[in-house]
């Protein structure tokens, strides 16, 4: 036990680099969580997923704009989602740079439909750069202060493993009826 808590301290913020700049939140949770248990320090897990998250939507945004061809091939089973994405846009306008953030299933597409529209690249650098740190300070600190509630359900699911495949199925199905009502054709 003592060499993975050993191997978090070491390589837990590439970790939290790699998962954050794909937009995902979960290793930014465990790092919140880790900072609580004194594993990790939470403001350079912050820092880190942060600065992650940035680039990565700034590359998303920057291979939209400029390699259409390569990321229309890599996005045309997507193409629901990328209306949505659109729809979206202008119904939020601005406010969806940061409110992509917080949703699972679109985070990406958002900064790839943003690219393909004719958007000023420095006001979405600094949204960007803007709702990347909410997001950032929200998870972790919120998985910070959490802290203990968070250790307590991970206790409950290793005693009960039956829960965690029943929240991922319930929490999986629920996104699916969501996305296949929200790019259902008319």
Known sequence: MED????????GYIGVFLYSFGGGF?????????S??????????IAVAFVANAIGDIVLFYMARYQKSMMMDQIRSHR???ALAHIMMKKYGSWIILI?????GIKTLIP???GLTKYDFKKFAILNIFSAAVWALVF???SYFMGNILVEFAKTISNQPYIAPLLLVIFGGALWLYLEKATKKK
């Open 80 to 82: 629901r989602k990328l």
């Open 4 to 11: 993975i808590f050993t191997n978090l301290e070491t390589y």
């Open 26 to 34: 979960l290793a930014l949770v465990a790092a919140g969580v880790l």
């Open 100 to 104: 992509q953030k917080f949703i699972y």
């Open 140 to 142: 972790g600190l919120g």
């Open 36 to 45: 609580f248990m004194g594993k990790m320090d939470l403001t350079t897990s």
């Open 112 to 114: 790839i439909a943003i």
